[in-house]
């Protein structure tokens, strides 16, 4: 194989940057990440580390003309349910997909319809007596528990979900499971941190009984006067969205994983072990095997066709073929994620009415001391399937990507975060 100039790419990126549109805008900068997001009630109930802020799908739908009531909304990432929330007190109908059965959980907390009975409920909750309970640690298979959380504090989580399984209200006890699942990270000896958990450095003595009751109490007050159309929220991999009858949307508005080996299921190990959504390691390698291509404990041995090749990505694949990655898989996960996005681009293309929109916000990454530009790939993508792209907003330049950024050199401003818009 003759080896690739890493220059050439600067002038493919330049050209593809012109053709799409492509300006700075640092008034998202803040935007498209969840720093924004901390006083903004029932989106602020847990701290979602890959979520954008809802005051950038507010703005962008007013500035596409895509925030009239009725109009449907469709999220195939929904993450935080930061869009579908969002969907929701804008009077609109909204769809989405979520993988990680703890996110979509939440989801479905926030974005339920409750009467006020039930939100008082919720607020008279007891949080029980404590009572010692035996080798509390013993019914998780989870390595780390331990390291996790002191044994008293556990007991007393084991002791709130005992009594919160005896409340026959399922909607009641659907928000105080999702008030205990929020709260678990901050009572543990464990922050989100990067890609997975990180040991704190300041342990601070939270009490989940009473982490609980402030919860239960703002939550509850956060809801009052929430009700409108629920968001339709399917737990399955949005690669599947073809098995499920959905309306045509007026806009899909989403953020994938982005392609940096960051594994979305590491960073939510506590709720996922402690709130049961897994019981065993087996459990959970099938649910990363399902999920978007991202990271290496993906299906990275998925065999695919060459649909979603274009000559840039042709031309990225064998550069980075011809370097020595700190992981070599990291080619064909590319490879991968790219014939997934079109997957997902294409069906959600077909869904789309005349005249709607696709929006998408994502951030680069970096291989073999190049840039990788998902946003400008993405779009490719889109207008090949038939989206005629109308400009992608670059608002930040990223902070964490992968391991490779040492020696970026002028390919540094294409590690970035963008929202790149299109219209069918
Ligand atoms: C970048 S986050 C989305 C954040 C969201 N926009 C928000 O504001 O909260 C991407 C989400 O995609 C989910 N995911 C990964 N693979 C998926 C798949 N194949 N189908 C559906 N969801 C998936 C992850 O669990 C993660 O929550």
Redesign the pocket.
């Known amino acids: 194989m003759l080896s690739i100039n890493k220059e050439s790419f600067f002038y493919d990126y330049k050209k593809l940057d012109k053709r799409f549109n492509l300006s700075w805008d640092r008034t998202y900068e803040k935007l498209v990440n969840f720093s924004q997001t901390s006083d903004i009630p029932i989106h602020n109930w847990f701290y979602?580390q890959?979520?954008?802020s809802p005051i950038l799908v507010t703005r962008i739908l007013s500035k596409l003309g895509m925030n009239k009531p009725g109009m449907v909304v469709f999220?195939?990432?929904?993450?935080?349910?930061?869009?579908l929330l969002t969907a929701k007190k804008s009077g609109m109908k909204s769809y989405g997909?979520?993988?990680?059965p703890f996110?979509e959980y939440m989801i479905r907390a926030k974005t339920t319809n409750y009467s006020k009975e039930e939100l008082d409920k919720v607020k008279k909750f007891k949080v029980p007596k404590f009572s010692k309970i035996k080798r509390v640690y013993d019914k998780y298979e989870l390595s780390i528990i331990k390291n996790l959380f002191d044994e008293e504090k556990l007991i007393k989580i084991e002791l709130l979900k005992k009594k919160i399984s005896l409340v026959k209200n399922e909607k009641v006890k659907m928000l105080l499971y999702a008030d205990l699942w929020s709260i678990l990270a901050q009572v543990s000896n464990y922050r989100k941190g990067g890609n997975g958990l990180k040991r704190k450095r300041v342990m601070k003595d939270y009490d989940p009984f009473v982490e609980f009751n402030l919860k239960k109490n703002k939550m509850s007050d956060d809801l009052q006067n929430k009700n409108g159309f629920e968001p339709h929220i399917i737990n399955?991999?949005?690669?599947n969205m073809d098995h499920y009858k959905l309306p045509k949307f007026n806009l899909s508005f989403?953020?994938?994983?982005?392609a940096n080996c960051f594994d979305?299921f590491e960073v939510y190990k506590i709720e996922l072990w402690v709130g049961e959504f897994v019981k065993s390691y087996d459990e959970l390698r099938v649910k990363r095997k399902?999920?978007?291509t991202s990271n290496l404990n993906a299906n990275i041995h998925k065999q695919i066709d060459k649909s979603h090749r274009t000559e840039l990505l042709d031309k990225i694949i064998d550069y980075l073929s011809s370097k020595r990655l700190w992981d070599m898989r990291i080619v064909s996960m590319l490879d991968i994620y790219f014939n997934e996005m079109k997957n997902v681009l294409e069906m959600i293309f077909s869904k789309t009415k005349k005249g709607g929109f696709c929006v998408v916000?994502v951030g680069n990454s970096a291989y073999g001391n190049l840039s990788i530009p998902t946003d400008l790939l993405l779009a490719e993508l889109g207008q090949k399937i038939g989206f005629k792209i109308k400009q992608i907003i670059a608002a930040r330049n990223n902070e964490t990507s992968s391991q490779q950024h040492s020696n970026l050199d002028k390919y540094s401003e294409y590690l970035r975060e963008s929202i790149v818009i299109m219209k069918k």
Do not use: I, M, Q, R
Request: glycine residues 10%; aromatic residues 18%; contains cysteine.
């Open positions: 979602y890959e979520g954008f999220d195939p990432f929904a993450g935080s349910g930061t869009t997909f979520e993988l990680n996110s399955d991999s949005c690669l989403f953020s994938p994983p982005y979305p399902t999920a978007l916000v």
